[in-house]
């Protein structure tokens, strides 16, 4: 691949087009702080979330699916148990798999989850935070819980050993969002706003959204930009629409802005390099 390859508003379009069309079914095992906005924000989008925890039935549920998302937000030893057998199903089937490492690096817990899942196989997918990505790249750095201690900038170098790791793709989101794959193409995307980071669960649905993307375009290096295009935009949106009102109304607007973005809207307000620079 040509490290700088680049993408068209166009083509990010046609990803979009492709998930309401297709209406992807997402096997979401997340945590339970976000449940009800990731299944909101993908039926918004278009995509059909389930969520599914029961070691009964995740292997079952895995194998109709069209991806599988995995989010460590709120941790125990049943729910890790019920990722690696999801895992195991979604490798048979080879259909994407997201990962979301929330909080990698906050406890020792955590990081053990992260490399017994990781033991398994590498997911198509790791979309987190500066500290998120170092953490999970042996990159020793202090967290604040779920939240970033680090900058983007200082986890440019771990994204990319942890790409190489998977042999996949990593995102590091942050003010201006940075999107590596392991073959060396890098992009960056300085779309979203800062009232995002103010509604819980916005990160962990967008990581469902790229899963749904990934469902649809098989290059995850563009399906992930798509997801954290179409996120971004919309939260532009929806600013403009509830900055008066405040964050409580901006979260519905980003529903409505996820549902109704148009294409005019990506073509006029993408905000993408394809060299990361």
């Not at 209406?23 to 924000?41: E, G, M």
């Not at 059909?48 to 009964?56: D, K, Q, S, T, Y």
């Not at 960056?188 to 009232?195: A, D, F, K, P, T």
């Not at 790229?210 to 295009?229: E, F, H, K, L, N």
Request: with cysteine; charged share 15%; glycine share 8%.
């Amino acid at each position: 691949m040509n490290p700088t390859a680049s993408l068209s508003a166009r083509e990010i379009w046609a990803d979009i087009a492709a998930v309401r069309q297709s209406r992807p079914l997402v096997h979401c095992i997340t945590n339970l702080v976000v449940t009800n906005f990731t299944a909101n924000v993908l039926l918004a989008c278009g995509a059909a979330p389930v969520m599914a925890h029961a070691h009964e039935e995740v292997q079952d549920m895995a194998g109709i699916a069209q991806g599988l998302l995995l989010n460590i937000g709120t941790l125990d030893p049943y729910w890790v148990q019920s990722m690696k057998l999801a895992f195991a199903a979604a490798q048979k089937r080879n259909i994407p798999v997201v990962l979301d490492p929330v909080g990698a690096g906050a406890t020792p817990y955590r990081n053990q989850a992260l490399e017994e899942l990781l033991s398994q196989g590498a997911p198509g997918v790791v979309r987190g935070n500066a500290s998120e990505v170092m953490s999970m790249a042996h990159i020793a750095v202090t967290s604040r819980g779920v939240e970033s201690s680090a900058s983007v900038n200082d986890a440019l170098g771990a994204a990319q050993a942890l790409a190489a790791r998977i042999q996949g793709t990593v995102c590091v989101s942050g003010e201006v969002d940075h999107i590596l794959h392991a073959d060396g193409r890098h992009a960056s995307l300085r779309n979203g706003h800062e009232w995002l980071t103010r509604i819980t669960g916005v990160g962990c649905a967008l990581t469902a959204l790229i899963a749904a993307v990934c469902s649809v375009q098989p290059d995850y290096w563009r399906a992930t930009i798509t997801g954290m295009a179409w996120m971004g935009i919309a939260g532009e949106i929806a600013f403009e629409k509830a900055q008066h009102a405040g964050i409580g109304s901006m979260a519905v607007a980003l529903l409505d802005a996820l549902q109704q973005l148009r294409e005019e809207d990506v073509v006029e307000r993408l905000r993408l390099v394809a060299d990361g620079l």
